[in-house]
Structures are given as structure tokens and as C-alpha cells.
């Protein structure tokens, strides 16, 4: 894995995992999985967003700690 942007592999790798733990949890709990996203649809539009916001900040918080 050589070239230009050799990190830019970090981030596919991270993509694939996101891909995988959700291919996982629809096919083990398939119902959960649809209770979830009805429930998400059912939540205010302010309240998705500050969950998106703490999301990313507590993700990008934790990519900064392991990869230093």
C-alpha cells in the first residue's frame, strides 16, 4: 500500500468496517435494526443533529487518541 496517500487506506479500512459491524447487526437482529431506524425517524431534526455532532466529535476524539 504505497502511493501518493498512503492514509487515505486508514479511511477506506474505516469505511469497510462501518460496512461491516452494520451488514452484521441487520442480518443477527434484523427487527432491532428496523426499530431503530423507524425510532430515528421519529426524532426531531435538532435532536439528529447534536447526536451527528457528538458522534463525529467523540469519533474524530477517538482516532486522535489511538493514532496519536
Same mark, same amino acid.
Given at each position: *500500500? ?6 487515505? $487506506? ?10 461491516? #459491524?452494520?451488514? #452484521? ?11 431503530? *431506524? ?14 451527528? *455532532? ?7 476524539? #477517538?482516532? $486522535?487518541?489511538?493514532?496519536?
Amino acid at each position: *500500500l504505497t502511493g501518493p496517500a498512503p492514509r487515505m $487506506w486508514d479511511f477506506v479500512a474505516a469505511l469497510g468496517l462501518v460496512f461491516a #459491524i452494520e451488514g #452484521i447487526l441487520f442480518a443477527a437482529v434484523p427487527n432491532l435494526a428496523k426499530e431503530a *431506524l423507524r425510532s430515528a425517524s421519529e426524532t426531531p431534526v435538532d435532536v439528529m443533529r447534536m447526536i451527528g *455532532l457528538a458522534s463525529a466529535v467523540l469519533g474524530v476524539a #477517538i482516532v $486522535w487518541f489511538v493514532r496519536g
